[in-house]
């Protein structure tokens, strides 16, 4: 396996239902993202976690909840969510403090979430 | 506020050259990325400037005035595969990218 792999690729959920996503990197990177995007809207980004500390968009509901148990493995949780939250998750990585000085993200493919 | 513009849909010719701008207004800026998504695949990373001026790599050039809020990608020689989606991202600060909508180019033979 290289680079982002993201499972699953497709989900379909019920408003009631617990599901979680997940993301794994094989590049060493020390920065992982889940992103939110939406037909014909700029990518979202909902959680960053680097060098063992998280950040977070304010404006994402509760109904998210992501977990980094390591450097290499992201996740996120999902529960009692609504229609609105059918997109694609995103997750990207980057090596934070490069020495190009560029925070250069590497996506996964997505998991295109519907929710029912 | 903060907003990137980028047009929503081009359609250009293949072996033909097109431009895709982006205007941007942030309130910080610490450079600026293009990045390709071909339909149901990930983003990929095709250029980043900080400074002013032409980037040129291969077929791709991409441009930067930071005086003017404004950047292009210049694409040349178009093939088909090509038909993607270009997304503009200005960074704002360590992890914060604020996106542009996305252009999507459309080549026809």
């Known amino acids: 396996e290289t680079g982002v792999t993201q499972t699953p690729r497709h989900l379909v959920m019920g408003m009631t239902n617990k599901k979680s996503l997940k993301c794994e990197q094989h590049l060493g990177h020390n920065a992982m993202y889940w992103y939110k995007q939406s037909a014909k809207k700029p990518l979202e980004l909902m959680f960053v976690y680097s060098l063992e500390e998280r950040v977070e968009n304010n404006s994402v509901p509760s109904r998210f909840s992501p977990e980094c148990p390591n450097s290499s493995h992201l996740f996120l949780h999902l529960h009692t969510l609504q229609p609105e939250d059918s997109a694609l998750y995103l997750c990207?990585?980057?090596?934070?403090?490069?020495?190009?000085?560029?925070?250069?993200?590497?996506f996964g493919a997505g998991s295109r979430l519907t929710v029912l | 506020g903060q907003n990137i513009d980028q047009p929503t849909e081009m359609t250009a010719t293949e072996g033909a050259i097109v431009q895709i701008n982006c205007t941007y207004q942030t309130s910080g800026f610490n450079g600026l990325f293009w990045y390709q998504q071909h339909a149901g695949e990930a983003p990929t990373f095709l250029s980043y400037?900080?400074l002013d001026g032409l980037e040129e790599k291969g077929r791709f050039s991409s441009f930067l005035s930071r005086s003017k809020g404004y950047s292009y990608l210049l694409l040349k020689e178009l093939q088909m595969k090509d038909s993607a989606s270009y997304l503009c991202?200005?960074?704002?600060?360590?992890?914060?990218?604020?996106w542009g909508a996305g252009t999507k180019l459309i080549i026809k033979p």
């Open positions: 991202a200005v960074v704002e600060g360590n992890y914060q990218l604020i």
């Open positions: 990207a990585s980057s090596q934070v403090g490069a020495a190009s000085g560029a925070n250069v993200l590497t």
């Open positions: 400037n900080v």
